[in-house]
Structure formats: structure tokens, C-alpha cells
């Protein structure tokens, strides 16, 4: 009688080992195709942020143009002020002020 409660018990432990394995098969299957899931969503962001650095980039490349163009803008504007006031000391000096003949 030991010799068949012992087969018995042996029966049920594999049984159950075999039951607990196919469960772990399962959520092994579900963890790799959440795995699969997640390497989708890094290559996809990976993408968004090679596209992102490009944008960025461009946008500095024109930045710097816009700044090149705006300091141009601001020595021009300087010479045209030196001539403004050299204009202005002119007809100041000419029409509004002239000389006093004597």
C-alpha cells in the first residue's frame, strides 16, 4: 500500500509541476509579446527623436542666419542714424541757422 500512496504521490506532483509549467509558458508568451510591444514604442520614439534632432538643427542653422542678418541690420541702421544727424546738422546749419552775413 506505501508503494501505490507513493506512486500516487509522485503522479500528483508531476501533474501539478506540469500544470504550473504550462501556466509559466503562458505568461512567459505574455511577457514577450509585451516585450515586442515595448521595443515597437522605443524604435517608433527613436524615430520621433532622430526627426526632432533634425528640426532642431535646422532651426539652429536658421537662428544663426537670423542673426547674422539682424546684426547686418543694426550696423546699417547705425549708418544711417551718423547720416541722419549729419543731415540734419546741415540744413540745421544751412537753412534754419544760416550763417549771419555781415
Known sequence: MDVE???QFIL???ANFWASLNRLEGVVG???TLCE???EVQRRAEER???FEER???MAEHMEKTDH???RMSELVL???DKLNGLIKFVDSTYRHPPQQA
Open 5 to 7: 500512496r507513493t506512486m
Open 12 to 14: 500528483d506532483q508531476q
Open 30 to 32: 505574455r511577457v514577450a
Open 37 to 39: 510591444g515595448l521595443v
Open 49 to 51: 527623436m532622430d526627426g
Open 56 to 58: 532642431m538643427n535646422r
Open 69 to 71: 542678418r539682424l546684426d
Open 79 to 81: 549708418e544711417i542714424e
